[in-house]
């Protein structure tokens, strides 16, 4: 099991569990700037309760982890852009930016902190749970039975109220925190063999023509976040688009994938894969928007969803000229159909 000292002694164990950022909310609510998606250096120092010199030596000893972590300097034009974007009203020259992993890998690196070792706390229950927690087996094929709409809601409720009530028992708890964590993933566990057996029954229950639909997003949910990243890249390249990189790590500046269209415009994409009962929501769209639009100049902006989007959302990306890529949308195209502004 990964220990508190090795965390802050090793520059690859940090960098193994940059991805837990949930972690942060855990402990203590993170504000983020206008556009969503990253804070300043005052904002950090605030978060960990410390002065400003001691993010600033951190970011000066260890600026290469950072920066792969998602940290940037902005300065000029890039800096003008982002102040137009986000609405800051300052006359600084410079503003450094910090993403959620960015923060992470600051309380992984910042020892004189009681907030910052709370967040190393967390982030080794999760690694200690995520290691200890058994193989599943597949559920047996004769609860194909159970009715599907019954299994939606349960996992409904799951994931929205019984999840979320462990959360605040856990914050709350420290005796029993342990057995709470413990407890909580059990819940999510059967939650998620809940939304394998509604997948089944869904391809169980299709008509036989439609089946070859209903096998593509089956095989798309069993797929992890970078098994879909590289099926929609795989998308991409079937339709002509070139200079096709799934970018991924720390430095993905907001975006899941990078590519040329046919006629050489630029494209990025975001990706997320969520369970069909979820929807992205206008913030999601919203920060995508900052990626897309400034850090990239992105002349194509795809979001790529295995669920639905909100109307709100769908609203925002109409007219900031992103296309949505919703569910039934992405069957579609995944079975051969084009994208029309991909043409």
Same mark, same amino acid.
């Given at each position: 099991?990964?220990? &508190?000292?090795?965390?802050?002694?090793?520059?690859?164990?940090?960098?193994?569990?940059?991805?837990?950022?949930?972690?942060?909310?855990?402990?203590?609510?993170?504000?983020?700037?206008?556009?969503?998606?990253?804070?300043?250096?005052?904002?950090?120092?605030?978060?960990?309760?410390?002065?400003?010199?001691?993010?600033?030596?951190?970011?000066?000893?260890?600026?290469?982890?950072?920066?792969?972590?998602?940290?940037?300097?902005?300065?000029?034009?890039?800096?003008?852009?982002?102040?137009?974007?986000?609405?800051?009203?300052?006359?600084?020259?410079?503003?450094?930016?910090?993403?959620?992993?960015?923060?992470?890998?600051?309380?992984?690196?910042?020892?004189?902190? &009681?907030?910052?070792?709370?967040?190393?706390?967390?982030?080794?229950?999760?690694?200690?749970?995520?290691?200890?927690?058994?193989?599943?087996?597949?559920?047996?094929?004769?609860?194909?039975?159970?009715?599907?709409?019954?299994?939606?809601?349960?996992?409904?409720?799951?994931?929205?109220?019984?999840?979320?009530?462990?959360?605040?028992?856990?914050?709350?708890?420290?005796?029993?925190?342990?057995?709470?964590?413990?407890?909580?993933?059990?819940?999510?566990?059967?939650?998620?063999?809940?939304?394998?057996?509604?997948?089944?029954?869904?391809?169980?229950?299709?008509?036989?023509?439609?089946?070859?639909?209903?096998?593509?997003?089956?095989?798309?949910?069993?797929?992890?976040?970078?098994?879909?990243?590289?099926?929609?890249?795989?998308?991409?390249?079937?339709?002509?688009?070139?200079?096709?990189?799934?970018?991924?790590?720390?430095?993905?500046?907001?975006?899941?994938?990078?590519?040329?269209?046919?006629?050489?415009?630029?494209?990025?994409?975001?990706?997320?894969?969520?369970?069909?009962?979820?929807?992205?929501?206008?913030?999601?769209?919203?920060?995508?928007?900052?990626?897309?639009?400034?850090?990239?100049?992105?002349?194509?902006?795809?979001?790529?969803?295995?669920?639905?989007?909100?109307?709100?959302?769908?609203?925002?990306?109409?007219?900031?000229?992103?296309?949505?890529?919703?569910?039934?949308?992405?069957?579609?195209?995944?079975?051969?159909?084009?994208?029309?502004?991909?043409?």
């Amino acid at each position: 099991m990964i220990n &508190e000292t090795a965390l802050l002694e090793s520059p690859t164990l940090r960098g193994s569990v940059l991805d837990r950022t949930d972690v942060l909310d855990r402990v203590k609510a993170l504000s983020l700037l206008p556009d969503g998606m990253h804070v300043t250096t005052a904002m950090v120092a605030s978060y960990f309760d410390v002065g400003l010199e001691a993010i600033k030596s951190l970011v000066k000893d260890h600026r290469t982890e950072l920066e792969a972590s998602g940290y940037r300097l902005l300065t000029g034009e890039e800096l003008r852009s982002f102040k137009n974007l986000s609405g800051i009203q300052s006359r600084t020259r410079s503003l450094a930016l910090f993403p959620r992993r960015a923060v992470l890998n600051i309380a992984m690196l910042l020892r004189d902190s &009681e907030v910052a070792r709370q967040v190393r706390v967390y982030l080794l229950d999760m690694e200690y749970l995520a290691r200890a927690q058994p193989v599943e087996n597949p559920a047996p094929a004769d609860t194909a039975s159970l009715d599907a709409h019954i299994d939606q809601r349960i996992t409904h409720i799951l994931g929205r109220t019984v999840v979320p009530l462990f959360n605040a028992l856990i914050e709350t708890s420290g005796e029993h925190r342990r057995e709470l964590t413990a407890l909580r993933a059990g819940v999510q566990r059967i939650e998620k063999r809940l939304q394998q057996h509604h997948t089944r029954l869904q391809r169980l229950e299709a008509p036989r023509e439609g089946r070859p639909l209903a096998g593509v997003m089956a095989a798309m949910d069993a797929m992890n976040g970078r098994e879909f990243e590289e099926h929609v890249a795989e998308l991409l390249r079937r339709d002509g688009c070139t200079n096709v990189v799934v970018q991924g790590g720390g430095r993905d500046r907001g975006i899941d994938i990078t590519a040329l269209t046919a006629d050489g415009r630029r494209i990025v994409v975001q990706c997320k894969r969520f369970a069909p009962h979820l929807s992205i929501t206008s913030p999601e769209i919203q920060k995508f928007l900052g990626a897309a639009k400034v850090l990239h100049d992105s002349e194509v902006a795809l979001f790529v969803a295995t669920c639905p989007f909100t109307r709100d959302a769908l609203n925002i990306a109409a007219e900031s000229g992103i296309t949505a890529v919703h569910r039934g949308l992405l069957e579609e195209w995944s079975a051969g159909a084009a994208l029309t502004v991909l043409g």
